[in-house]
């Protein structure tokens, strides 16, 4: 992993006697799409307003890309651009003259600028229409040009998937995949939608009850732990059945699909050549494995995400 544009050391929150986060530590690289998940009431939200500088740090410490959100607050915010849900935007104005207007919030930013991040997330052909015309899809990428117009090093989505139907869900998976291998930068998304996170993020953080649980790539958080069936398509499932149970002592049934069965990734290869030797056609192999929200469900004992 390359050097973190992001870092939490020990981060830590109380309000009054009440612990709400305790000593978080996790990085983000550059280039990453960063999940960040756990059941409600977990401690995202407080977690994230602390990262924006909308919240006080009780102990530890935000770093982005090497600047301290306690001890050089505008050094490290400036670094940062966020979308707390639904971005807020002036419906009268068109998608340019609100680029414009926040432009001029930050010093630095170009005209230039403005037409690379319009161009960024696809909004060519409808950057002079009133915000009042535009899907919810269209308003979010018309958020993320806004977030990005000074250039972070970090973005942070807060639920940016909230309202959106199937078709805005993955325009804003393209775009954001867009950003951080062609831009660069680390984005680092909460959402409860944990089918679409399972599409989306490179790697995971799951807090719960205000501690960390893990941090892992979602390959290797899928594969932990989470053996899953494999079903044989067969032309004779009862003869299969028998093959699979007695030669491999697999625990097997016959369902609706073929013959289901728990075997090792090892197993699986074994199993198809007893059952060709056995003389059953295998027309195909399909391995049920567990979803991200079977696994979060798993390790978090069943609360919800939220």
């Not at 978080?24 to 401690?43: H, S, T």
């Not at 049934?253 to 990734?265: I, M, S």
């Amino acid at each position: 992993m390359t050097a973190p544009i992001l870092k939490l050391s020990n981060l830590t929150k109380k309000i009054g006697n009440k612990l709400i986060i305790d000593r978080l530590n996790f990085e983000v690289p550059r280039g990453e799409i960063f999940g960040f998940l756990g059941p409600n009431g977990a401690g995202k939200t407080t977690t994230i307003r602390m990262m924006v500088g909308l919240m006080s740090i009780t102990e530890g410490d935000i770093l982005i890309d090497g600047e301290s959100i306690t001890h050089n607050y505008n050094k490290a915010i400036v670094k940062v651009g966020a979308i707390v849900e639904n971005p807020e935007m002036y419906k009268y104005l068109s998608g340019y003259r609100n680029l414009v207007h926040f432009a001029r919030m930050v010093p630095g930013v170009t005209q230039e600028r403005i037409h690379e991040v319009i161009r960024l997330v696809g909004l060519e052909n409808r950057i002079q229409d009133k915000v009042k015309t535009y899907s919810l899809g269209m308003r979010q990428r018309l958020g993320v040009a806004q977030a990005l117009l000074h250039k972070p090093s970090v973005l942070i989505l807060d639920e940016p998937t909230n309202g959106l139907d199937p078709a805005g869900i993955r325009e804003l998976r393209d775009y954001l995949y867009k950003l951080t291998r062609e831009e660069g930068i680390a984005v680092i998304v909460s959402s409860h939608l944990l089918a679409e996170m399972e599409l989306m993020c490179d790697r995971v953080a799951v807090i719960q009850h205000g501690r960390l649980v893990t941090v892992q790539t979602i390959k290797e958080f899928m594969s932990e732990g989470t053996q899953g069936s494999v079903v044989f398509e067969v032309d004779n499932s009862e003869k299969a059945l028998k093959i699979l149970s007695e030669e491999l002592s697999a625990h097997a049934r016959v369902t609706e699909n073929g013959v289901e069965c728990w075997l090792d990734k090892e197993q699986v290869a074994e199993g198809n050549e007893r059952l060709i030797r056995g003389g059953i056609k295998v027309y195909e192999i399909k391995r049920n494995s567990l979803t991200l929200e079977d696994k979060f469900l798993k390790i978090t004992g069943g609360e919800s995400v939220g």
